[in-house]
């Protein structure tokens, strides 16, 4: 990567530049005065914007003109470090299930080989503070908040200040985590994506086929089948000794399987366990994505002792820091 300073060197100061394209992953149009870049308002294009994006965005562009108020119109991303780890912060958006080329990935690599300019430098504040917006409240957020919101996890709400600070003390990973969902439920589905990806690469797991409900002590050709389905998933750990015998461990797994879909955990494999077995991993994949985006919803959870309900389960369960101590009266 090429040095950022050079052929644009004083970039956001005064100068005669009178629009610039700011594209994100959307259209949008900066106006600039000759003598203060962002002395006018940052119009977005609605004709290209639907509506919940013009008020998403709307928030964006009204923290970057503060934001670069405060640092006198000054380009931020000049040490090509910052730049890399910005970079990627936003290649990491994939581990939230996010795409990164939501933010411009591809886009803010390729500028950032040619060198600095303040296209590049507003383009990569815009697209890192998005980043943080998202995964606070949500890509799709049911209700509009703030952008300003995120940062009050570090017990501020000046969000200028903060993402200069984490600039200035090289703490911008740190600065983005915390926008994160603060709570257990979110990185267990974070490590689960991570898990289901790898098996995807593999080439998933294998199905089971239809036939007679299974239990323990059965045997049949199936088991087999049943045995092998679970082992990829990390349920069953066991050989068998006699791979058509339903035996304890086997029973074992399937409850626990079970426990993991929702299901009643009575260790026996019938129509619906299967159903849920053959589930592609792909299909497994896209509800994780979906859960997580509805954990952003949620953000932090709001008490040490909450309700947690499990629609589609029919299931509900007081929780106690993050621990089921029983089911609501």
């Known amino acids: 990567m090429q040095t950022n300073t050079g052929r644009d060197g004083d970039v956001l100061g005064k100068t005669g530049v009178q629009t610039l394209l700011l594209a994100m992953s959307f259209g949008i149009l900066l106006a600039a005065g000759t003598e203060r ?3 006018e308002p940052i119009r977005i294009s609605e004709s290209t914007l639907k509506a919940s994006d013009q008020k998403r965005l709307g928030a964006v562009l009204s923290f970057l003109q503060a934001f670069y108020a405060s640092r006198n ?8 470090a910052d730049v890399d780890v910005v970079l990627e912060i936003i290649a990491d958006a994939r581990s939230d299930g996010l795409d990164p080329e939501d933010f411009s990935y591809s886009d803010l690599r390729e500028m950032s080989h040619a060198g600095h300019s303040k296209e590049f430098d507003i383009r990569l504040t815009a697209n890192l503070v998005l980043l943080g917006y998202v995964l606070h409240q949500g890509k799709v957020d049911p209700e509009f908040r703030r952008i300003d919101e995120f940062w009050q996890r570090v017990g501020s709400s000046n969000a200028v200040l903060d993402l200069n600070i984490a600039l200035e003390t090289g703490q911008l990973r740190e600065a983005v985590d ?23 690469a593999n080439g998933g797991w294998p199905s089971v086929s239809a036939g007679e409900v299974l239990r323990l002590g059965d045997t049949s050709p199936r088991v087999a089948e049943i045995a092998d389905r679970l082992r990829a998933t990390g349920h069953l750990a066991a050989t068998p000794t006699d791979p058509m015998t339903f035996d304890e461990a086997l029973e074992a797994a399937v409850k626990a399987f079970q426990a993991q879909h929702g299901e009643d955990a009575d260790g026996i494999v019938g129509k619906r366990t299967i159903a849920a077995m053959n589930v592609p991993v792909e299909d497994r994949i896209d509800q994780i994505r979906v859960n997580m985006e509805r954990a952003r919803w949620i953000g932090d959870l709001p008490d040490r002792r909450h309700v947690i309900v499990n629609i589609a389960g029919f299931y509900a369960a007081v929780m106690e820091d993050e621990v089921p101590t029983g089911r609501p009266g």
Do not use: N
Request: hydrophobic letters at 40%; a neutral charge.
């Open 37 to 39: 870049p962002f002395a």
């Open 178 to 200: 915390r926008a994160r969902p603060r709570f257990s439920y979110y990185d267990a589905l974070r490590e689960a994506l991570a898990s289901y990806r790898d098996m995807a």
């Open 73 to 80: 119109e000054q380009p931020a991303w000049t040490d090509p």
